[in-house]
DNA sequence: ATGGACAATGTTTTT
DNA sequence: CATTGTCCAT
């Protein structure tokens, strides 16, 4: 952000933009964040709109979160009754407030994606499908699709007999998921959408309410998304849109940057404004990240610019495999701290995959330093986490039979698949869900279900059944901090989880994070809680606290920033990966993932490549990204293998702890160069050595330039001089 | 009903 | 290779 408190004269025409709809296309950089957050508060200090008249929703949590504290900077607490929010979080508040309106009630729990994958994978299985001629993971997806094209399972489009099968999984996963009194996140698009259009006197309640609506990363809204929008600021049709179609990298998750396009055709009146000067980057950096999406073709070209100065060059190095390459970025990071005084938060290490994150984590390990790594998935995945969370919605929507299926034999207490299935016909019988059905069991011994059951299975539903009866009439007077205590307790589920060993401990301290959560909902109840561990995002989970590396994908860096940014993997294959070289569209996205990747450094960029890979558990050759040929050589400084000539051997980096000992015993060669010693060469400059080791009868000394950054030279052939 | 052993099978990104 | 599912012995 700009040290002045002043706006450019771009983001002034945007903040004071008067009535209608206006698109701001923003830059990387380009104080988007700031354009949006100032325009709320000039609406409500000088337009005099009442907070309450405003909404303004983002992707994640954390977006609104930090705009809500920047607007409570400007304004103070006369932002009381703005609705500042993400996107599913406030359509599922609303939904809850309208429920009569639709076909589930108004306690629905929202179901993560392995609840949603079980649930496909159960209607196929009902349907006596072959899961490996349909796999459910294909057909989720294409229901999802569906879903936020806002088609309906009688508008699925069926082109083949393929399709009739997806229609009619579409079609019971639906019905499964209302007996459930679930919904998965594209139905909070979707009934949402539904309510909006089928029901005019609360859309106009809600239209009419909503004078402005203020949308963030607009390029990654989806057709349901879009049409909701539309709908909410169809009355006063003051609708104002930022995003940068250059940082759409959603595609596969329905959302179509095209929707930018759509915008313009469907508000004619819109003002443009577009934000091109950037506040965070070097021009090398910008103009790295140019070259690179400017072959991007049917894309309005931005000139970005900065008054921040050229900086250094972006550094790329070669590493000979994939453990070389998290050293080096581990190296480099401990290197940059101690010699130029850089915090270790202010370093980020990007990849396309959640997978490449491990040989990080274990270089990170190797050298003691510790690091921060973005991913809800890691925590809210756990079994332990998973089966508390069961517990909790089961509780709070006795008709979740997903959450049933894994809590009712968790710890195992003698209710396997047989009883399990002898339970649901009974239910069946009675046309109520398993999950009613226990609670009402509690309160009637005479019922004809007991006969139905064998004697032990009988006993072990009774026990069950008791306890889910006392935490369902527990529910409303306790907090949900007493009632995880309460579960955890009756079930004991810390002698179940935690059997003494460093895993079971671990698992048992993730349970005890939960806790924690959970006692930050003292009073908001257990409605909140779920709902807001069914929308986490991974940015949400970024620690500001921690002074350490971060670790994350590049979908994750989207928004953020900081002053050392490293990008690793760039092989084809990895970056661009390997399922997108053959769609185009695909292929532009992922020269997106590298300019947001990019644009997230405001000084210092390194690009990594291994020439080797573990994959599948052997190490092969790997090529670079294709990505890297875009970039012109003069904005590139190298290090390792040179690039320009492939053949010639130089000097690789190895760190010392995987050199291989004792291969120089018989050397007579003395070491001339010390750790810490200050030295100067014709081209690269000053420098200082970090490390030097005798290697096949030369002297390999690793050294620090000021300017350039880390290099390893051959003493014979580099014309170091050794200042005093 | 439970838990262990083995085979198969599959690898992007995430609200 | 690393996870997930299936089969089998207890």
Redesign the pocket.
Known sequence: MDPHNSLNSQQQQAVMAGLGPVLVLAGPGSGKTRVLTQRIAYLISSMGVRPYNILAVT??NKAAREMESRLTGLLGGSTQGLTLV????IYARIMRREAEHLPFKADFVIY??DD?LSLV?QAIKELNLD??RY?P?VIHAQI?NAKNDLRLPDDYLVQDYRDEITQRVYRLYRDRLLANNALD??DLLLWMAYLLEENRPIRERYARRYEHVLVDEFQDTNLAQYALLKHLASFHENIFVVGDTDQS?????GPDYHNVQRFEKDFPATQVILLEQNYRSTQTILDVAMAVIDRNPYRTPKRLFTERGQGQKVTLYEASDDRVEAAYAVDTIATLVKLEDYQPGAFAVMY????QSRMLEEAFLAHNLPYKL????RFYGRREIKDVIAYLRLVQNPQDEISLARAI?TP?????????LALRTQAQKTRVSPGELLVQLANDSQSPVWGALGG??AAAISAFSSLLAKWTQARDGLSPLMLMDQILDDTDYHSYIDDGTDEGNDRWENVMELRRLASEFQDQGLTAFLEQIA??????TLEASANAPTL?????AKGLEFPVVFIVGLNEGILP?S??TDDPE?MM??RR?FYVGITRAKDRLFLVCPQQR?????LGPVEESRFLADIPDELISTTGRLRSSPGRATATYRPERWQVPAQNAAAVLQPRYQPGMRVQHPTWGEGMVLNSRVDSDDEIVDVFFKEIGLKHVAASLARLEIKP
């Not at 573990?614 to 052997?618: D, E, I, P, V």
Request: proline letters at 2%; charged letters at 30%.
């Open positions: 992707f994640t993400p996107f599913h979080a993560d994606a949603q994978k899961e490996k796999r993971t999802s996140f594209d990298i959603y595609r596969w998750r396309r995959t959640n997978a973005v991913g809800a998935q034999n195992s207490r003698g209710i396997g698949s047989k009883t399990y032990r299975a929308l986490v995002s991974d940015q949400d994350l994908t590049l979908h994750a990966h399922r997108s695909e996205e992922e993932l573990n994959a599948y558990g052997y």
